[in-house]
């Protein structure tokens, strides 16, 4: 009953007149509704379950394909972290993480501010401001590789048109600027996420606070950190841990734009796993890799479960 | 509310800068595609002086990148369809059905589709080769269903919870089967959600990266994402022709996007990660 009540809009409480059915159909309607769940049970075993109780099992193991594998102790995780190209990862992982959440999380403020002024024309830029995010991230990364280009790309000629640089820049693969620059088109890719969430939070705050926030003389910036701010805090808190989650695990922009390099200036765990597993076919090593980052990952996404799932049901 | 002109101004001059921030990459996109190589690499222009489709012809005959659509598309299609069968049945038994476990498993595919595949591919990569399935388009559209079917069944039991379970009871008063009833009354109700879940499963598997780069290997297999990142490695005056293939490979998106957006938002509203 509980269910059913919870699901309606109504504020009339509803009385409990459903007739009991006998045992007999209930019985069958229960065994009908747990054989439509078969299938996707079927795919959480065998595509997420297995794989995941493999995978620890593959840490710790010599597995390569085509061997079976021999079980090897903790040899692997040994050997990955005294492996200094582990740290470097590590501490890549990190700083892209966060230099790249705390980018966004600004712009995206700031962009959902703004379309959430009266503006002319609101609906058509809300829409264009998402094409970052609705393109195909791979279709991003391979644009803002062509932009970032040593001798053609378009911000190397538009620097030094305008006189602020005075060679060309290789971007992508000069120590000082290549994570940065993974960073940039990061962002600009996923920034809109941010935007349209925050967006929508804002909608859904009442006017009537903002009213007698100026009554009471609240300047601008006031009733952005005294009403804005405090309306928004649940979803602040969900965007930031999704996007963590998605940052820290992404693999697509370091693939794609500097392979890691210039000397693993921009190497993060998912591109070493990639590495160790795909390139020196060394399964038992990746795995590990992976298994190490589990349990702070495990904790993002149950932090995030549960906040999600608090408010579905409410 | 009464605006000052220092506000409007600062307003309109923001949304300029985003507007131009986001314009400048895609104007580029489209106008490289359109540059012969020359302006490209010698005769530096902004904008397009003589514009030429000569990188599209190339992209589609020199790299034959009609294969790599088709089998995105097979791989995009048979996903979407299958995804979105599977997880209207399992959102309709989780949401209307009443047994043990039911909101437990509820959380599990939350989880799931949360869980990052980067944390799987070495797995599935091993069962993938010892099922045979190695370099195969099969092997994709298995292992996608592990994270479509959990987004789109999150999603689906947002929507279907928001449909009053009354409509399906008042059909079953009248006789109707329980499965009769979500077929007549919830599903079509449910057209937006399931349009929605469609095109997000569609996306996702159009645009799905590391598996594809793990498990497929030759040209007969490769989909569009890693036909393209592996000619950039290849050849150095390439990037007209990946241009052209960039925004070859974004046009489905982009038309499920401007036909969909109405539903995608509605179905967001109701389900999913609701912002």
Known sequence: MAMRQRSLTVDVPIPETVPRRPWRRVDREQLVGKAMLLPTVLILVGLVLYPFVYSIWLSFSDKTIGSAGRFVGLANFRYVIAWPQFSTALLNTVVFTVCAVAIKLVLGMVVALVLNQQIRGRNFFRAFLLLPWVMPAFVVYLVWRWLFDPLSGLINYALLDLGILKTPVAFLSERSTAMASVIVAHSWRAFPFFAISFLAGMQTIAQELYDSAQVDGASRWQQFRHVTLPGLYQIIGVVLLLSTIWTANAFEPVYLLTGGGPSDATMVYTLLAYVAGMVNLRLGEAAAISTLFLPLLVGLVLAVTILLHKKAEA | ?275
Request: hydrophobic share 50%.
């Open chain 2, 1 to 275: 509310m009464r605006e000052t002109l220092a506000n409007r101004t600062l307003t309109y001059g923001l949304l300029g800068l985003f507007v131009l921030m986001v314009a400048v990459p895609l104007f580029w996109m489209v106008t490289t595609a359109l540059k012969p190589n020359k302006d490209l690499y010698e005769d530096f222009s902004y904008f397009p002086r003589r514009p030429t489709l000569e990188h599209f012809v190339r992209v589609i005959e020199r790299d034959e990148l009609l294969t790599n659509i088709r089998n995105s598309l097979v791989v995009g299609l048979t996903t979407t369809a299958v995804t979105v069968v599977v997880s209207a049945l399992t959102a309709f038994s989780i949401v209307r059905y009443r047994y043990r476990g039911r909101e437990w498993i509820g959380r599990v595919i939350l989880f799931k589709y949360l869980l990052p595949s980067a944390m799987l591919f070495v797995p599935l990569y091993a069962i993938v080769t010892s099922l045979g399935l190695g370099n195969t388009l099969k092997s994709l559209m298995l292992t996608y269903l592990s994270f479509t079917v959990p987004f789109c069944t999150w999603m689906l039991m947002g929507y279907f919870r928001s449909i009053p379970p009354e409509l399906e009871e008042h059909a079953m008063v009248d006789g109707c089967s329980k499965i009769g009833a979500m077929i007549r009354i919830l599903l079509p109700l449910s057209a937006p959600g399931l349009v929605a879940s469609a095109i997000f499963s569609f996306t996702l598997a159009w645009n799905e990266f590391l598996l594809a780069l793990v498990f497929t290997v030759d040209q007969s297999t490769m989909t569009v994402p890693i036909k393209l990142s592996m000619m950039v490695v290849g050849d150095q005056y390439i990037w007209g022709q990946l241009m052209a293939g960039a925004i070859l490979a974004s046009i489905p998106i982009a038309i499920l996007y401007f036909i969909g957006q109405r539903f995608v938002v509605q179905g967001l509203a109701a389900g999913a990660v609701k912002g």
